[in-house]
């Protein structure tokens, strides 16, 4: 039987590796933490595959060279390779994209790629997360037991940049709409939440809803003192 290794951070990966991943064939090894995750450890296991499903450091390259790593990226791979992906894709006006398991190498999101799937973006950014995660586990059987040859990446490559929490500044010009998707876009844990600063204060906004374009939002204001 084959040794799976899954490495995330985020909650919502995490109860989908205990609810579902966990339960596909194989013998599987969560990995949450950075410290944990080395090649001694890798090699202790010697996994057929390694799924990244949200990591945000270096991998080493003597792991990404002798173990086959996947890595899950919600564009349709060339486009949109980089950082904050969901944000940049909602900020560009996209309604919906692609998820592209990649073979990770030395190049950022350039790898060949084992398949793609459709994801929706509409929701709160930790909704769509939560979609995606579902749609991960998925993605995963499929490779697992189908066991694709990666193809190279075609097309023109387009980059993102990875967003600063500045930029999670609301621009007073926005439109609603635009206020709506800038709320939603950052509304999951560990983002950094739309905000407004006034006086001494801090306003941050969170389930957003629209309609009729009229647009409801939760409000915390916190003490900049």
């Excluded at 989908?16 to 944990?36: A, R």
């Excluded at 066991?147 to 490559?157: D, K």
């Amino acid at each position: 039987m084959n040794n799976y290794i899954v490495v995330t951070t985020k909650e919502w990966h995490i109860r989908s590796y205990k609810e579902s991943i966990s339960k596909l064939v194989g013998n599987w090894t969560l990995i949450t933490e950075k410290e944990l995750f080395n090649s001694d450890e890798v090699r202790r296991r010697n996994p057929k595959y390694i799924f990244f499903t949200h990591w945000s450091w270096m991998v080493d390259k003597e792991i990404t060279d002798n173990y086959d790593c996947v890595c899950f990226h919600p564009t349709d791979l060339p486009y949109g390779r980089g950082g904050s992906p969901l944000q940049n894709l909602i900020t560009l006006g996209h309604k919906e994209t692609k998820i592209s398991a990649f073979r990770m190498n030395d190049e950022v999101d350039g790898g060949d790629i084992y398949l793609k799937q459709d994801l929706l973006l509409s929701g709160s950014a930790h909704e769509i997360f939560k979609r995606m995660a579902d749609i991960y586990v998925e993605m995963i059987d499929f490779i697992i037991t189908s066991n694709p040859e990666p193809a190279p990446q075609s097309g023109e490559v387009t980059a993102f940049v990875r967003r600063t929490p500045e930029q999670s500044r609301i621009d007073e010009n926005m439109s609603v709409q635009e206020l709506y998707d800038h709320i939603r876009m950052l509304d999951a844990p560990t983002y950094p939440k739309a905000f407004l600063n006034h006086e001494s204060c801090r306003i941050e906004f969170s389930d957003t809803s629209i309609e009729n374009g009229k647009l409801s939002a939760k409000v915390s204001i916190t003490d900049l003192k």
